[in-house]
């Protein structure tokens, strides 16, 4: 089930390159689209199917490298349901969203259901191998998304993201044969290599190889300071990649400290806590600072990423916190960083597509340049506006039920930095209030580049039925989270007794 | 009847929250549906206010989504509900129908409907999201014109001043968890926790409930908001967002007085928030203004009654409040709209010209005066028989503070009753249909009015006894005869001084002056203390982003680029360099060996003679 459904983007994809370029746009974009629904279709029977609490299910293992200790593992717990659906809801609004996409369909189609395909295999993985191919593949084809459909200074921001995050997986490959060597027998299965705890007490090793992993995701996800690779990547890549980059692939860092590097270095996470905890009080701030000073639509969203990351760390820096009496806490904080990783992941797409709308319009991601769109877009203004009350936390959206867990749950464990990080919220709504009333609210000015489309249309079918259904999963997951939390809830106590050893 | 209680709380937010969606589509249809649910609303407040059930919904592990009505919040809901209808039927005339009323009156019941979940809320959990919902409507409310960037930068400010406040309870929910006593975050388990995370928990708690309810030194925000329109003035002052604060504490007092410190604070907080925003709104020239720092003052009243157990008497005054305020704001929003005008030099003979509206807001000033027999009066000193009980010091600040409200409200009264001046600017002065009040605009000033009247009654026996019963506050201390005269006589004679007074500037020095006009300063010292170096900072570290850590590692990749040049050119050369003088070398000896191929057998002889001399020498020699 879950291989079908990681390798069914891959296979359609290889069919599309196999019809000639001269085939009409529809047949290429509408089969892309048709296979994210049949995705979101498999992943809706999976959770059906899944039943919380019940630890790893689905779970498939065939013999891949043995000599090395690799093999095809593959399954579906708390930690990785929600990403997996995330994923496909994701890359179907992307799909949607592209229906009017003009450039190379074919190829773009291609990439981004072979993109899919990486990041649902890395969610799946079992096995420290294939979860690095999977995370080295997915640089490869957001690599291609950037440099082949972004604006003009794309392949330079591409060929830095490339780069930057490769040496980061480099670090991770590192840190995993770190762990294969100290394992005995050998082993890259996460599994065994969970029960095992091979580097238990032994704590410079053990430090080195958390260095390693750490070093390796948090490029990824990014916290300051690996983050400078975050801004020109989204800024020069189209919409519906730069949704994808900060939807999906940011939370492959994530949910790495949750997959692996929490619960096969429990006493070296322990012990080197702190660190997390500093860095994501510090992404937190920095972030929605630095956010707070761009000029730059885009720019600005994908500082508030950093921002919106460094809760995550917080959260998992904070969870393994010694200290009885606050196992409530704790497990509220981990929570927080599953539903994080998905609201996130939701809004964040949201408001990138939307980004991508201002963009199609103006020509131009300078909010100086607009004033009053409200005007002639209020759809456009409405939802830009209720996507920016939900990123800054609002009742009433996941992004409040994400940082009110994790907030209140590190509060016991870590009170300073908790305190410190809860200073970003109060910026975050100063930064998006400022960028409505920058673009949207006020007399109404367009940009006067050449090019740009002096009408300002309103939200277009297919753009709003890619983002408004993101906005509305944003809303029932605020109002009625059980749904999620059932699932999340059970894993995130697994992480942390898995954590105490 | 906990479904009357979900109902009471769903369809204000779900309708509202529809026709905000819905926009200029449902316009035709939204004021008939906001009254609807308005009158609704009013009609399932009264019913679970009588019932006092509890509902609660599954939600964050270990934390429900608990509604619970009891004593206060029945009076609570009843107080907003009743505020919302007599606003959205006066809405139904001030909002005309080329604005977009479909996002107002959604709006306005979303603003609403938040209110009421956060006076039923029974946990943290639930009071944080509805407080911040309020918050958020109350941006769109204040920026409802969104169009005049005045207007929304005073929405922005009031939105993040009391979201900064808001962090408060943020502080407080997770030192409540840590504190480990209240794992539901009940409201009424609050104060089991033991310190530090007891003060934690109210500390914060104070913070927010003081930004909410622009209490010193929060109060500019306040002042800003004006900028919406009169019924969101109406309805933000009396009966939702700023009041919210006071019922806050008055709902965690025990938790106030758990602390040890907290009820002190409180109570000298809204002590001094009382006189000085009394000063504040003494100073205006414009009645919006003055009416606003009315507000901060007059909740004063009941943040000090929070922080001196006299909660019965808060109760009072909220109520009281909440029904002169919206009435004074209605009034004032029929002349706005009237005559386009709210300074109060321009608004000469206002009350002359419409005698209603004249009238009704003289009733609802007199009443914020403190004038008996109206409902203030009474309620005012209920409340400060709680104060005398804690120190006479306070007592007095709180009578100081009583003497200046009557000041400012007969100030107000003052001007709108000046005969028309001769050199009319009024523009109403045409007999045209912009100067007519239709039934929806007038029904709400007569009820209203009428409701400052009749609420004294509450504040004496036996109503005041079934109010004690009914909040279960324990109803002492009681006010003495002398403490209502006391205070009416000098409500009266305040207001008979400020009468003759009239229009002459107040006897102070002109910088002094300016900073009560200036509402004290406090936006100006927190834009130049806290907004400005954060964005100086912000930009700072954007540079720091952009200028060090950026180009750090374009530079990294830059020396990794030279590097590769570098050993393009120097090492690569010579290894390569080694590679072709190996070849050259090779080559030479090739050219060398070809040299004795002559194809002659002579030379052949030679080489075959020589060569074997060589080696007979070198075989003897070995040898």
């Known amino acids: 089930m879950l291989t079908a459904l990681v390798l069914l983007p891959t296979g359609v994809a290889a069919l599309l390159l196999c019809v000639p370029r001269s085939a009409p746009r529809r047949l290429f974009l509408v089969g892309w689209a048709a296979t994210c629904t049949v995705e979101l279709a498999l992943t809706v029977a999976v959770w059906a199917g899944y039943r919380s609490g019940g630890g790893t299910q689905y779970e498939t293992r065939a013999r891949w490298i043995p000599s090395a200790g690799v093999s095809y593992h593959v399954g579906v717990d708390g930690l990785s349901l929600p990403l997996v659906a995330l994923a496909c809801v994701l890359f179907l609004a992307c799909s949607v969203y592209a229906l009017r996409e003009t450039r190379r369909v074919r190829e773009f189609a291609a990439l981004f259901l072979f993109l899919q395909t990486t990041c649902l295999g890395l969610f799946v993985a079992f096995d420290l191998i294939l979860f690095f191919v999977f995370f080295d593949l997915s640089i490869v084809a957001m690599y291609f998304v950037i440099a082949g459909w972004g604006h003009p200074g794309a392949a330079r921001a591409a060929l830095k993201f490339f780069l930057y995050t490769f040496i980061g997986s480099l670090a991770l490959l590192l840190g995993f044969i770190g762990l294969y060597l100290a394992a005995n027998p050998h082993t890259f299965d996460i599994v065994e290599l969970t029960q095992q705890n091979p580097l238990a007490g032994r704590s410079l090793y053990g430090g080195l190889v958390l260095l390693a992993v750490g070093v390796g995701l948090a490029v990824k996800t990014p916290t300051v300071p690996f983050h400078t690779w975050l801004p020109p990547a989204h800024t020069e890549a189209p919409a519906a990649g730069s949704a994808i980059l900060a939807g999906v692939l940011l939370k492959m860092g994530t949910y790495g400290f949750l997959r692996i590097a929490m619960p096969i270095l429990p006493d070296s996470w322990r012990h080197y806590a702190l660190v997390f905890v500093v860095v994501g009080v510090v992404s937190v701030l920095y972030g929605a600072l630095v956010a707070l000073a761009q000029n730059d639509f885009k720019r600005m969203v994908a500082y508030t990423s950093v921002n919106h990351m460094g809760y995550i760390i917080l959260a998992v820096g904070a969870a393994a916190a010694a200290g009885d009496g606050q196992t409530e806490a704790r497990q509220l904080a981990v929570t927080g960083a599953v539903v994080q990783m998905v609201s996130h992941g939701l809004l964040t797409g949201a408001l990138f597509l939307l980004a991508g709308v201002l963009y199609e319009r103006g020509q131009t991601y300078d909010m100086s340049a607009y004033s009053g769109v409200a005007g002639r877009a209020p759809v456009f203004a409405g939802l830009t506006g209720v996507a920016a009350f939900a990123s800054l936390g609002l009742p009433g959206f996941s992004g409040f039920i994400a940082e009110f867990q994790i907030l209140t749950g590190s509060l016991g464990p870590r009170p300073v930095a908790t305190a410190l990080a809860l200073l970003g919220i109060l910026l975050s709504a100063g930064l998006f209030l400022r960028a409505l009333q920058r673009i949207f609210l006020g007399p109404l000015r367009l940009p006067e580049a050449p090019g740009a489309d002096r009408p300002f249309p309103d939200i277009r079918g297919h753009e709003g039925a890619s983002i408004v259904p993101l906005l509305v999963l944003a809303v029932v997951l605020g109002l009625a989270p059980r749904f999620l939390l059932d699932v999340v809830e059970p894993a995130s106590r697994g992480v942390l007794e898995l954590l105490s050893r | ?623």
């Open chain 2, 1 to 623: 009847m906990s479904a009357a209680l979900w109902a009471l709380v769903v369809l204000p937010l779900g309708s509202g929250a529809l026709l905000a969606i819905g926009g200029r589509i449902v316009d035709r249809v939204a004021p008939l549906v906001a009254v609807a649910i308005a009158v609704v609303s009013l009609f399932l407040a009264c019913l679970v206010s009588v019932a006092h059930p509890g509902a609660a919904a599954r939600s964050l592990v270990g934390l429900p989504l608990r509604l619970h009505v009891d004593g206060l919040s029945g009076v609570m809901v009843v107080t907003t509900t009743a505020i919302t209808t007599a606003v959205v039927v006066f809405s139904v005339w001030d909002i005309g129908a080329d604005e977009a009323r479909a996002r107002f009156f959604g709006l306005l019941l979303l603003f609403s409907g938040s209110m009421l979940v956060t006076v039923t809320a029974a946990n943290l959990l639930v009071l944080l999201m509805a407080w911040e919902i309020m918050g958020a409507t109350s941006w769109a409310l204040i920026g409802y014109w969104w169009r005049d960037p005045e207007r929304v930068g005073a929405a922005n400010t009031a939105f993040v001043t009391t979201r900064a406040a808001d962090l408060g309870l943020y502080l407080a929910a997770g030192a409540a968890l840590a504190g480990g006593r209240s794992e539901s975050l009940a409201l009424d388990e609050l104060d089991r926790a033991a310190d530090p995370w007891l003060s934690v928990i109210t500390a914060g708690v104070v913070v927010a409930a003081l930004g909410k309810s622009a209490q010193l030194p929060f109060s500019f925000w306040l002042s800003r908001a004006m900028q919406g329109p009169s019924p969101v003035s109406a309805l933000l002052h009396s009966a939702t967002m700023v009041v919210a604060g006071a019922y806050l504490l008055l709902r965690l007092q025990p938790l106030l007085d758990a602390s040890g410190w907290g009820s002190p604070v409180v109570a000298w907080t809204g002590a001094a928030t009382a006189i000085a925003l009394g000063l504040v709104a003494v100073a205006q020239s414009d009645l919006k203004q003055l009416l606003a720092a009315s507000s901060c003052a007059q909740i004063g009243f009941m943040v000090l009654a929070a922080g001196s157990s006299g909660v019965t008497g808060g109760v009072l005054q909220l109520i009281a409040h909440a029904a002169a305020k919206s009435l004074a704001f209605l009034a004032a929003g029929a002349w706005l709209t009237l005559f386009g005008a709210k300074s109060l030099p321009a608004l000469q003979g206002a009350a002359r010209r419409h005698r209603m509206a004249g009238v009704t807001f003289t009733v609802a000033v007199l009443t914020l005066a403190g004038v008996p027999p109206l409902s203030l009066w009474a309620a005012k000193d209920v409340l400060l028989a709680a104060a005398l009980e804690e120190s006479h010091w306070l007592y007095g600040a709180g009578l100081s503070a009583a003497v200046v409200s009557a000041v400012y409200s007969v100030k107000a009264v003052w001007f709108v009753w000046r005969p028309v001046p001769s050199g009319d600017t009024l523009r109403g002065d045409e007999p045209s249909t912009t100067c007519h009040v239709s039934v929806p605009g007038r029904l709400p000033l007569g009820v209203l009015a009428v409701a400052c009247v009749a609420l004294t009654v509450l504040a004496f026996r036996p109503a005041r006894d079934a109010v004690t019963r009914v909040l279960g506050t324990g109803g002492r201390p009681v006010p003495h005869l002398w403490e209502f005269a006391l205070s009416g006589g000098l409500a009266l004679a305040a207001s008979a001084a400020a009468w003759v007074w009239g229009s002459r500037p107040v006897p102070l020095p002109a910088p002094i002056r300016r900073w009560f006009v200036d509402w004290l300063g406090v936006e100006a010292v927190a834009r130049a203390l806290l907004v400005r170096p954060v964005f100086g900072i912000a930009r700072a570290l954007a540079a720091f982003d952009d200028r060090v850590l950026d180009r750090g590692v374009d530079g990294a990749a830059q020396a990794a680029l030279r590097l590769a040049r570098w050993t393009d050119r120097r090492t690569e050369q010579r290894v390569d360099g080694a590679v072709e003088g190996v070849a050259s070398a090779a080559r030479t000896l090739g050219r060398w060996a070809r040299r004795p191929q002559t194809g002659q057998l002579h030379h052949y002889l030679a080489q075959a003679i020589a060569a074997f001399s060589v080696l007979a020498i070198v075989v003897v020699l070995v040898r």
